[in-house]
């Protein structure tokens, strides 16, 4: 049975003493997690059907995060309706954040060092695929970053586009 494995690492978790990070080091180590992790939680709405989350793969420029999907997906018509998104990497404890706006754009007009990044990062390249695919970009307008509860004073470290410091 597992439950007692469980239990400890969870007691043990919260036996940790977590110093809380800087605004500099939070920015670092969002950026670098953002350069380097695999998949992130994209959160869309519908107007009229509500929310919709998924995760996907994502590569980041410098400035946003591309993902690219089915052309028909749920992510891609509600974008469309509200470009408003809210994006999460997949860590319960080390939570990274994104709120920003998205914009669609379809294979054959989606900007070529965006596309040939992503294609690099994960050896798939949706643009050579016989489906229709739209990636979408989101630049974040705002960035929260906190391990714990020891940092949610402070978890805010982009505003309006801007990175605190």
Known sequence: MCFPILLASVGDMQNKKIVPRS???????TLDRLATDRDVWVATAHPDHGPHQIPLWFSW?????????SATSATVRNVRKDPRVRLSLPDTFDVVLLQGMAECFPA???????ADAFAGKFGWDPRAEDGSFVYVRVV???????????????????RDGAWLE
């Open 140 to 158: 974040p307008k705002a960035v929260r970053a906190w391990r714990g509860e020891a940092e949610l004073r402070g978890r805010i470290i982009m």
């Open 108 to 114: 054959s007009d989606v900007p070529k060092e965006a």
């Open 61 to 69: 420029d410098t400035q946003a995060v591309w993902v690219c999907t």
């Open 23 to 29: 605004a500099v080091e939070r920015r670092r180590e």
